[in-house]
């Protein structure tokens, strides 16, 4: 156990050998393979699943191996990037990432800005020259630590968060400055220090070890378990660990996180499909705890680099055969890859990303019926609403169709009253992947705050529910039973209906109605007719063969 194999994905090393996602996770093979592509990966190293299960049993040779592995990867990763981890002068700082051999969306752990203590943050001053981005990632180390490693509540350090925007007079986080951010990182340690029996370690080799530890923990969270339980997923060994160089997309005003997709993931429309946050770091986006900007902001703030991402996610889609999710970093005006996967998409996306894909050229039409062949294909056409109310409030649709269901505000109430066969809206402030048991059985979720792109919308689209974000017409409270919509109460059991195609809710009841995809339709049984004809037209041509004595084995 103590040799175990540490696997590396080194920018520019294009002649790697392919690494399987069973030994590695989905999320680093795929690293592996843009980083054969030639674009831009920052350098990262793999533990391997083989290592989950027994780490997660306390064996001592498990964790020792652990151990050995992180400290030859971070050598490596020195010696790559030039600069020490946790160095007072040339700080090298990382992420670490989880990675199962099946994409899990925001089901494990991830800890960003591993490394930072009081002597690399003044590293990072120096590196940077920029104070503000490094106590920028100090207090996110900080929170992203104590919640995932020492396992505290994040409502604190949230409340923190709001507190010092009020005293500030500003916006939002993006508005604080470095003094400010000092300011909440000391605020942040107190908040870690009093609620914890374990403090922070201020020793880099402490932290990744405790944060890979973590990682490979939170295969066993209750929210992963009822993803693999709904994903017939149960039959996977667990998760790798994936240590990455840092890249800062919190570096200013030329810099910022997104994630893109090679086409739309909830109608297959072609063209890229982006949600990106100026000035933030991956978790801003994918959390669902802010409302980015879409391929517009991209376009007019950082044209190049849109440019760049468009060709990348065209050229990924080719590779892999497949409609493509994607995160990103911008820093200084500078893109970096950091994941690829095929993207969760509603049924309605995937039988038109089939149909165009084979129209492209990019899979056969074989392949396009093998990706259909699990979807009700009358139910991926167009629903809407035979009668509905005037709408009260408009949001943005992260997941098409037409819901209608009695208003709840969390996912246990979501499941009691779904238990009884009538539908129910899931109605959040934001919402995560925490509450993948509240959308697994209501009919659409309404947020007030989040992205098209956050893990939880890229959930509800994989399991066809309709998803609303960012209502600035919603107010709501964690642990309340009712809510604000456009100033109108609508409490818990309260009726409404959300439209996913125009963003729009109505209060009341409504009926749907389901238009079927006709030409998608005859397109699939166009392609059935045509291979079923090729089939039959090969049959004499074997007799053939078989009638001039050639074994039929051997064809």
Not at 407 to 429: N, Q
Not at 512 to 518: F, K, Q
Request: proline share 5%; hydrophobic share 45%.
């Amino acid at each position: 156990m103590s040799n175990i194999a540490v696997h590396f994905i080194d920018a520019g090393a294009t002649a790697a050998t392919p690494i399987g996602a069973e030994v590695v996770g989905s999320k680093a093979a795929q690293l592996a393979v843009m980083n054969r592509l030639g674009l831009p990966v920052p350098p990262a190293f793999v533990l391997p699943t083989t290592l989950c299960q027994p780490v997660n049993r306390g064996d001592t040779a498990a964790i020792s191996a652990l151990k050995d592995g992180l400290r030859q990867g971070i050598a490596r990763l020195e010696a790559r990037t030039g600069r020490r981890f946790g160095d007072r002068r040339n700080p090298l700082l990382v992420s670490v990432r989880s990675g199962a051999a099946k994409s899990m969306p925001g089901m494990l752990e991830t800890i960003l800005n591993v490394g930072l203590n009081a002597e690399s943050l003044r590293g990072l001053v120096r590196l940077t020259g920029n104070p503000r981005l490094a106590w920028d990632s100090y207090r996110r180390f900080i929170q992203s630590y104590a919640e995932v490693v020492l396992a505290l509540p994040a409502a604190p350090f949230e409340a923190a968060l709001t507190e010092m925007i009020q005293t500030e007079e500003v916006v939002g986080e993006a508005e604080l400055d470095g003094e400010a951010l000092e300011r909440l990182t000391q605020s942040y340690r107190e908040i870690a220090q009093h609620g914890a029996k374990a403090r922070i370690s201020d020793d880099p080799m402490e932290q990744v070890v405790a944060a890979a530890l973590a990682v490979y923990q939170s295969w066993e969270s209750p929210r992963a378990q009822e993803y693999r339980r709904l994903n017939a997923l149960e039959g996977l060994s667990g998760t790798a660990v994936t240590v990455q160089a840092m890249v800062f997309g919190n570096a200013g005003s030329k810099s910022g996180a997104g994630v893109a997709f090679s086409r739309n993931p909830a109608t297959g429309a072609p063209g890229l499909y982006v949600d990106f946050l100026l000035d933030a770091q991956g978790e801003d986006v994918v959390s669902g705890r802010r409302s980015p900007g879409d391929a517009a902001l991209l376009t007019a703030r950082l044209p190049r680099v849109i440019g760049e991402l468009a060709a990348g996610a065209k050229r990924l889609e080719r590779e892999c055969g497949d409609l493509q999710d994607i995160e990103f970093t911008v820093e200084e005006g500078r893109l970096y890859f950091l994941q690829t996967r095929s993207a969760k998409r509603t049924p309605r996306a995937a039988l038109q990303c089939a149909i165009d894909l084979v129209h492209e050229g990019i899979i056969d039409a074989a392949t396009g019926l093998r990706r259909v062949g699990d979807i009700d294909l009358v139910k991926a056409g167009l629903t809407r609403f035979l009668e509905r109310g005037p709408a009260v409030a408009r949001a943005v649709s992260a997941s098409p169709g037409m819901a209608c269901g009695r208003a709840v505000f969390d996912s246990r109430r979501a499941k009691e009253l779904a238990a009884d066969g009538k539908p129910v809206i899931l109605i959040r402030r934001d919402i995560s992947t925490e509450d993948i048991a509240g959308l697994a059985v209501a009919d659409g979720t309404l947020t007030a705050i989040g992205a098209r792109t956050a893990h939880a919308a890229v959930v509800a689209r994989q399991l066809g529910k309709v998803c609303l974000v960012a209502c600035t017409a919603l107010e709501v409270e964690d642990g309340a039973r009712q809510c604000l919509l456009a100033g109108q109460p609508v409490a818990e059991g309260d009726w409404l209906s959300l439209d996913g195609e125009t963003g729009e809710i109505s209060l009341g009841e409504s009926r749907i109605v389901s238009d079927p995809p006709e030409a998608a339709l005859a397109e699939i049984a166009r392609w059935r007719a045509m291979l079923a004809s090729s089939q039959v037209e090969a049959v004499p041509e074997r007799r053939k063969s078989e009638s001039h004595g050639q074994p039929a084995a051997a064809l």
